[in-house]
């Protein structure tokens, strides 16, 4: 079965930056679409940034635009998510998923998870 994992988290300053890798063993995830998570404390899950299958299309957050920037590389089964001009707010768990579909669709689901890996935002 197909597993992520992520990693790259820690703890950085305001203003900092970030580079987070999600991983993928099992079988192979070339035709899906992978998401990006993250939750804080007490507070809801909420989605990222999205990219397609083949690279081609990615789609963020209005929160994250110029911030954020997700890329994959299939010949490694992995997503990556670099972060800039990181703030406070952006404390959180971090997860990658991947999708039901090739492409990023409001109408896909996300359907495996990994573990999750910690960004901590502080001075």
């Known amino acids: 079965q197909l597993q992520l994992a992520e990693s790259g988290g820690g703890l950085v300053q305001p203003g900092g930056s970030l580079r987070l890798s999600c991983v993928a063993s099992?079988?192979?995830?070339?035709?899906?679409?992978v998401g990006w998570f993250r939750q804080a404390p007490g507070k809801e899950r909420e989605k990222i940034s999205c990219i397609s299958y083949d690279g081609e299309q990615t789609v963020y957050e209005d929160f994250v635009k110029g911030r954020f920037t997700v890329s994959r590389d299939n010949a490694k089964s992995t997503v990556y998510l670099q972060m800039n001009s990181l703030q406070s707010e952006d404390t959180a768990t971090y997860f990658c998923?991947?999708?039901?579909?090739?492409?990023?669709?409001?109408?896909?689901?996300?359907?495996?998870w990994g573990q999750g890996t910690q960004v901590t935002v502080s001075s």
């Open positions: 099992g079988l192979s995830w070339d035709y899906y679409a």
């Open positions: 998923a991947t999708s039901t579909l090739g492409r990023c669709d409001p109408l896909g689901g996300f359907g495996t």
